[in-house]
């Protein structure tokens, strides 16, 4: 089945403490984004790649990194992360970037920073 | 500063109506989508388009580029098109911006 998939799906942490967020579509897709949703501001981008190590910022990547080292894998790191990261993330993918290329998303990782 | 539009931020509306849902963008674009996110979370992509209009089913989407504006049409709205419906648009540098959203809710 042609899927993204996010793991975990519910993490609960402290501040400080590195964490990664997994993100692996096995569709051949070029593109990958990561994006986070919170109340009241809606989903916001924060790093996007075009594909195999190129990676770009984007609206919000400050406290965040990623790596794009194989097509189907682009893990969301957290160096140190904080409350204001507290959030539910998405990763989501499409074959490239494009008017014609459909966005497919995972299920979505609720992140809560204490 | 929001580079994205939309409106109602809510919108309830009976079974059988016809839904209309906007969204305004300030930005240059490549691309503009229209997405659905379920209550349980999940989103979905609906339309993408750069001019004119497309239509799936009971739901139509337009764009008028000169105007910046775009809008989500359903007939003959249903209990289950309930969800939040999200535009997003694509920049020439191939970054997304999104509107905050419209809750709808279809009472049967």
């Known amino acids: 089945e042609a899927q993204v998939t996010q793991n975990p799906r519910y993490l609960i942490t402290v501040t400080g403490k590195k964490l990664t967020v997994t993100c692996s579509q096995n569709?051949?897709?070029?593109?990958m984004s990561w994006y986070r949703q919170d109340p009241g501001l809606g989903l916001r981008q924060i790093y996007y790649s075009m594909n195999v190590e190129v990676t770009d910022k984007g609206d919000v990547p400050e406290g965040y990194k990623v790596s794009r080292k194989e097509k189907r894998n682009f893990p969301l790191i957290l160096e140190s992360p904080s409350p204001n990261q507290t959030s539910l993330y998405f990763c989501?993918?499409?074959?490239?970037?494009?008017?014609?290329?459909?966005?497919?998303f995972g299920p979505g990782t609720r992140l809560t920073v204490l | 500063k929001n580079e994205v539009e939309q409106s109602p931020q809510n919108l309830t509306a009976q079974e059988g109506e016809f839904i209309t849902i906007n969204c305004s963008y300030s930005?240059?674009?490549?691309?503009l989508h229209w997405l659905q996110q379920h209550p349980g979370g999940g989103i979905v992509s609906l339309f993408m388009l750069s001019s004119g209009k497309k239509k799936h089913g009971r739901l139509i989407a337009t764009i008028n580029i000169q105007e910046k504006h775009s809008s989500l049409h359903i007939t003959a709205s249903h209990p289950r098109d309930s969800a939040v419906y999200i535009c997003a648009v694509l920049n020439p540098g191939n970054q997304f911006y999104f509107g905050t959203g419209t809750s709808l809710t279809v009472i049967p």
């Open positions: 930005v240059g674009i490549s691309a």
């Open positions: 569709m051949n897709h070029e593109y």
């Open positions: 989501a993918s499409s074959l490239r970037q494009g008017l014609y290329n459909e966005q497919f």
